[in-house]
């Protein structure tokens, strides 16, 4: 049961490089959501997909973009990477975007900007 | 806006004991639903229980109950016979009706000692 999957496990980066963190899910989950978790703090919502097509800012967007590329993948893209986003980044699904379903998470990308 | 708070960054208990613990959340909506997320040392997000704010019945799921009480705006998880593999973080959420975003409180450290 693969559930979430994210790819990469670990990365580490130079400020300035770009990259794309990937995400799939095979539970036919229509919504996506990336976060991120930063020590001493819960899961931060940057972006989410309540369907396939359309995407919207969660609480911390800035310097990421998204890409809903079908209703299994939707990836997470730093287009010019700061120390600041150094973190471990959360991908997660849901059956539907309702409130009251639970979000099932992938195992996390640790990121590290120098 | 809508927080989550637990108390406790850090607990300790014996293998066997009962282990409660806290979370306090603000909101001005009628209803929500709140849960408890298990992050072991690996690193995954496992969900523990969760819990709808119009039920009165506080939920339970084998080892694992809580303590609702609305008025009070507080959602305890308690573990009762614990075990090794209990040893995590644990982070209560919150989602309003209607919302997409969850948010998390900072969490808690939970360790199970031989």
């Known amino acids: 049961n693969a559930g979430v999957t994210q790819t990469p496990k670990f990365q580490v980066l130079k400020t300035g490089q770009s990259m794309t963190l990937q995400c799939a899910q095979d539970?036919?989950?229509?919504?996506m959501y990336w976060y991120r978790q930063d020590p001493g703090m819960g899961l931060r919502l940057i972006y989410y997909?309540?369907?396939?097509?359309?995407?919207d800012k969660g609480e911390v967007p800035n310097g990421y973009n998204v890409s809903r590329l079908n209703k299994r993948e939707f990836s997470l893209r730093l287009e010019s990477a700061a120390p600041s986003q150094t973190s471990v980044y959360f991908c997660?699904?849901?059956?539907?975007?309702?409130?009251?379903?639970?979000?099932?998470f992938g195992d996390g990308t640790r990121l590290s900007i120098l | 806006a809508q927080t989550v708070t637990q108390s406790q960054p850090e607990m300790s208990v014996q293998e066997a004991e009962t282990v409660t613990l806290s979370c306090t959340y603000d909101?001005?909506?009628?209803?929500?639903?709140l849960f408890w997320y298990k992050q072991p040392p690996s690193r995954q997000m496992i969900l523990v229980i969760r819990?709808?704010?119009?039920?009165?019945q506080n939920a339970t799921e084998n080892r694992f109950s809580v303590n609702f009480q609305k008025a009070a705006k507080s959602f305890s998880l308690k573990i009762s016979d614990s075990q090794l593999g209990d040893t995590a973080m644990y982070f209560c959420a919150f989602i309003s009706q209607g919302a997409q975003k969850l948010v998390f409180g900072q969490g808690t450290r939970l360790t199970i000692n031989p």
């Open positions: 997909s309540a369907s396939e097509g359309t995407t």
């Open positions: 539970m036919n989950h229509n919504s």
């Open positions: 819990q709808e704010a119009y039920k009165q």
């Open positions: 997660a699904s849901s059956v539907s975007g309702g409130w009251n379903q639970p979000q099932h």
């Open positions: 909101t001005s909506e009628s209803n929500y639903y």
